[in-house]
């Protein structure tokens, strides 16, 4: 059974430089460099694009781990 998290996503790429999270209760925050993104401000909406490409991100990662493929 997979173990339930705090986000509902948390996806980040470039080798980290870039991060999506979506908590719970649907607040959203992007981060650079593990920082918030100032043009993205905590409390400030995100472009839905944006959540939408993290939640594909988050389903094809899960489609190769599945597969036993390292992503």
Do not use: F
Not at 1 to 24: F, H
Request: glycine share 10%.
């Amino acid at each position: 059974m997979a173990e339930m998290s705090a986000d509902r996503l948390n996806v980040s790429v470039s080798d980290g430089r870039y991060t999506i999270i979506q908590k719970q209760d649907g607040s959203c925050r992007l981060l650079r460099h593990g920082e918030d993104w100032p043009a993205y401000p905590a409390g400030q909406s995100i472009p839905n694009i944006v959540l939408a490409l993290g939640y594909e991100v988050q389903a094809l990662r899960d489609k190769l781990k599945v597969a036993g493929v390292d992503g």
